[in-house]
């Protein structure tokens, strides 16, 4: 089973409307970490956001926020009033500990991504 | 500049040649990870490194790769005897602590192998 879904491949919005893009994760770890990247077409990776597991409130960091509902293993990310310049990919990631993960990678594990295109 | 210093931006072997990749985590940050991103995917973690150890490198293929994080100088991720198939951008991270704190990625290098 894959640790971290992202079930739209694509998306169109529309210029100033909100975004949601869908994360889902897989883990036995009581202590994780959930973490969205944003990659435009220049192909660099950009920091949005961070949610501890432990964390009592959702995330939020300036138009990005963490719609993180545990029970659910979802850590959807909202886009407010979205702009030209958020079209890009973006990734969402999980840290937990290899001791929960079978003795895989002690790094972030990426899902496949969104391909965010905003039209004016 | 502050970040993840990560070079050359794009390099192009011949199969059977050597590559090295370079990282310079960000100021103050020990920890420092690699990933490959092979195109229309996500990355794929590699090896983690802290300085002068390899902590976890159960991503890295067992053969032609290797990675180091000397005491001085920046993190090396090197393929001897380039293949077709080693073609992707490889991301170089670095965090300040190894769980909690996130990962800052360089710009990537973008490899082609001819």
């Known amino acids: 089973a894959q640790k971290i879904t992202q079930t739209q491949p694509g998306m169109f919005v529309q210029e100033k409307e909100a975004v949601t893009l869908d994360c889902t994760y897989d883990t036995s770890d009581p202590s994780y970490g959930l973490f969205w990247y944003k990659q435009p077409s220049s192909g660099e990776m950009i920091f949005l956001i961070y949610?501890?597991?432990?964390?009592?409130q959702n995330a939020t960091e300036g138009r990005y926020s963490l719609n993180f509902q545990k029970a659910r293993k979802s850590a959807n990310l909202v886009i407010s009033a979205s702009q030209l310049g958020d079209s890009a990919m973006y990734f969402c990631?999980?840290?937990?500990?290899?001791?929960?993960?079978?003795?895989?990678?002690?790094?972030?594990?990426f899902g496949k991504g969104t391909h965010l295109i905003i039209q004016p | 500049n502050a970040g993840v210093m990560q070079n050359p931006r794009h390099l192009v072997r011949r199969r059977g040649q050597e590559a090295r990749l370079r990282c310079s985590p960000m100021?103050?940050?020990?920890?420092v990870y690699w990933y490959r991103q092979l195109p229309e995917e996500g990355l794929k973690f590699m090896v983690y490194l802290q300085k002068e150890n390899i902590i976890d490198e159960s991503g890295m293929p067992k053969e032609r790769f290797s990675a180091e994080f000397p005491k001085e100088g920046p993190s090396i991720l090197r393929i001897q005897q380039v293949v077709r198939g080693d073609s992707a951008a490889y991301f170089c991270a670095s965090s300040p602590r190894d769980r909690d704190q996130p990962q800052h990625f360089g710009d990537g290098t973008r490899l082609s192998i001819l």
């Open positions: 949610q501890g597991s432990y964390d009592q």
């Open positions: 100021k103050g940050h020990s920890h």
């Open positions: 990631a999980m840290r937990d500990s290899p001791l929960y993960s079978g003795g895989g990678a002690d790094g972030l594990t």
